[in-house]
């Protein structure tokens, strides 16, 4: 059922109608432009001033002019005519395969790496294709894939859902940002028996619990428990803590251009927590779609 706030009590040729008399000022010439009798344009223009709750023109003997409440309807409808006439146009495209609105999901840590390019590719491949992105966690982006509200997501991890279709996306090291001036920016690479005594800045865990456990697995595997860990978002925060000589941040070896002054990137020694990058795509994709987006990674993201 249609919500009670748009049931509006005129019709578009109300609107269209009442252009032409404010365009030309005179109920006469806007009949004739308009090719209606003069008394049916006055009762259009009636049933709008009545819909609306006010007066539209201020009506003298020889001429009118606008109201106060006129004008500002004046004013606005141009915008609204035109974007009337552009869902139209591309409800029209969408129904006859000309034009596709593509929903993507993704983690920010894709969009500064690899996304740019994936997008470009699709753009330069469906060429009527307008693009929709929503940025949010791992989590999050596979539940809005699962349940059709996303058309494809990239992640930062494989899910195990058989319902989803998952294209992997080659593994990215994690290292990690230090403080300048920190003893550990002596060495070359950083092992992570280093990290006993350190507190970790990392992401809260809710964003993505995999990721966040295989990092405290790691640590107790090198024979430790993290001393203290500070989680927050964005990545933009962990790295100004770390500046700010508070703890060491994980991040993706890709992104370690991020740091900025007073911090430094080192890689860490491997065995160490990777990030499987992964795009899941939804059940109802499209066959086009879907492969344009394996074809791209398999080539160049794997």
């Not at 709008?48 to 106060?68: P, S, V």
């Not at 060495?187 to 350190?198: I, P, S, Y």
């Not at 595997?221 to 770390?242: C, N």
Request: charged letters at 25%; aromatic letters at 8%; hydrophobic letters at 40%.
């Amino acid at each position: 059922m249609m919500p009670i706030s748009y049931q509006i009590k005129f019709e578009f040729r109300h609107l269209r109608s009442f252009m032409v008399i404010a365009e030309e000022l005179s109920f006469r010439k806007a009949a004739e432009v308009l090719h209606i009798a003069q008394p049916a344009l006055s009762r259009q223009i009636l049933q709008l001033e009545e819909a609306l709750g006010c007066q539209l023109f201020d009506r003298q003997k020889r001429k009118i002019k606008l109201t106060t409440a006129g004008k500002y309807l004046y004013d606005k409808l141009p915008n609204l005519f035109n974007q009337i006439n552009e869902v139209t146009e591309q409800t029209q495209k969408i129904a006859t395969g000309q034009s596709a609105i593509l929903k993507i999901g993704y983690s920010s840590a894709a969009m500064s790496s690899f996304l740019p390019a994936v997008i470009r590719e699709i753009q330069n491949n469906l060429h009527s294709c307008e693009f929709k992105f929503v940025e949010d966690t791992s989590n999050e982006l596979i539940q809005a894939v699962a349940k059709e509200q996303l058309d494809a997501a990239f992640i930062l991890f494989r899910p195990k859902l058989p319902l989803l279709k998952t294209i992997p996306i080659k593994a990215d090291q994690t290292g990690i940002i230090l403080p300048e001036d920190h003893q550990l920016t002596r060495k070359k690479r950083v092992a992570l028996k280093d990290l006993k005594d350190e507190t970790l800045i990392l992401f809260p865990r809710q964003t993505n619990p995999e990721m966040y456990d295989e990092i405290i697995s790691y640590c107790q595997k090198a024979g430790f428990s993290p001393k203290a860990i500070i989680e927050t978002a964005p990545r933009s925060t962990a790295i100004g803590l770390v500046a700010a000589g508070q703890g060491i941040a994980t991040i993706a070896e890709s992104l370690k251009d991020s740091c900025v002054s007073g911090t430094t990137y080192r890689p860490l020694v491997k065995p160490c927590p990777m990030i499987y990058y992964s795009c899941i795509v939804s059940s109802n994709i499209k066959a086009q779609w879907f492969d344009i987006l394996s074809k791209y990674i398999k080539k160049n993201l794997n």
